[in-house]
């Protein structure tokens, strides 16, 4: 194949959203865990704005039971509309959540089998064409975004990008691990993937961090893939079984990197987002010294 079979344009992303949010319980009972505001907007509006910068065009969302509302968050609230409209208000703030329509696809996955399932969920949308992948408990913040970076490196170099972070080798049992090859700046040639491994067999502190450009293939390697670590279809084993026979890159993301899976990162994201934001960042700095007195 040539190497402009692994560069076709990235037009398309997948969302994984049917997880339970467990972590977050009473608060996500009845809440998607997608949908808790950092600052003024929810998880997943950070990601689909990051999509939309990386020239994303259609967004397909793999859910599952009591997500129905991350769907609305992005519909037309004609109540809303109407009440803001009469009261003066300007409609601005709704702008983000407006998408296309037919641009918003959602697919089920019905049991909870991991990543790699989920991503599996969505072949039917992608078709033949590489796409991208967010996950959207992971809160990538700088200028220009992770998938605007990783979309510009896979214009130089095509095939499959996944964004990376550095990480004490005592946490990357918790992740997947790139075994690195050749660096060149921000672009890592990828030589080997291991999903949480045990720090002594850890090939690297460079972990997978919830971005992801994709050829169409894995999807044919998903459809067999077995259960791997947790018991879980791990999407990082097909993307393994890639390695060798496409370009596969990791990409050092510019910028910060919150784990808003956890109670910390979550509060984490939310306070340095806070502080970075002109309208709020002085308030919020003068508060905190102030508790901290």
């Not at 990543?115 to 033949?128: E, N, P, S, T």
């Not at 170099?157 to 005592?170: A, H, I, K, R, W």
């Not at 890592?188 to 690297?204: C, H, I, M």
């Not at 890639?242 to 990409?251: D, M, S, T, Y």
Request: a negative charge; hydrophobic letters at 40%.
């Amino acid at each position: 194949m040539s190497d402009n079979t692994f560069r076709k344009p990235v037009r398309k992303a997948v969302f994984p959203v049917a997880g339970l949010g467990t972590r977050f319980l009473p608060a996500t009972k009845a809440i998607p865990k997608e949908l808790l505001p950092v600052v003024d907007r929810p998880l997943i509006q950070y990601a689909v704005d990051e999509a939309r910068e990386a020239g994303i065009e259609e967004f397909v969302f793999v859910t599952g039971r009591g997500k129905t509302a991350i769907v609305e968050h992005f519909d037309t609230a004609y109540e809303l509309e109407a009440t803001m409209t009469a009261r003066g208000k300007s409609l601005d703030p709704l702008e983000p959540t407006r998408i296309q329509p037919g641009n918003l696809v959602t697919v089920r996955q019905q049991v909870p089998l991991g990543l790699g399932h989920a991503v599996w969920c969505a072949r039917a949308v992608i078709g033949d064409e590489p796409f991208a992948i967010f996950l959207p408990d992971e809160l990538m913040y700088g200028s220009p975004g992770c998938m605007k970076q990783m979309v510009e490196a896979y214009n130089e170099v095509g095939g499959n990008l996944v964004s990376v972070l550095e990480v004490p080798m005592e946490e990357v049992s918790s992740y997947g691990v790139i075994a690195p090859g050749a660096v060149n700046g921000a672009l890592t040639e990828v030589k080997g993937l291991v999903e949480k491994p045990k720090v002594e067999d850890a090939p690297s502190n460079k972990i997978v961090s919830g971005r992801y450009i994709l050829q169409p293939e894995v999807m044919s390697l998903l459809e067999t893939q077995g259960k791997g670590a947790g018991g879980e279809i791990q999407l990082t084993d097909s993307m393994a079984k890639l390695i060798g026979q496409q370009p596969f890159h990791a990409v050092t993301f510019a910028g910060r990197r919150f784990d808003c899976g956890s109670k910390l990162g979550f509060v984490e994201a939310t306070l340095a987002i806070a502080l970075d934001r002109p309208d709020l960042g002085d308030d919020v700095r003068a508060m905190v010294q102030k508790m901290l007195g």
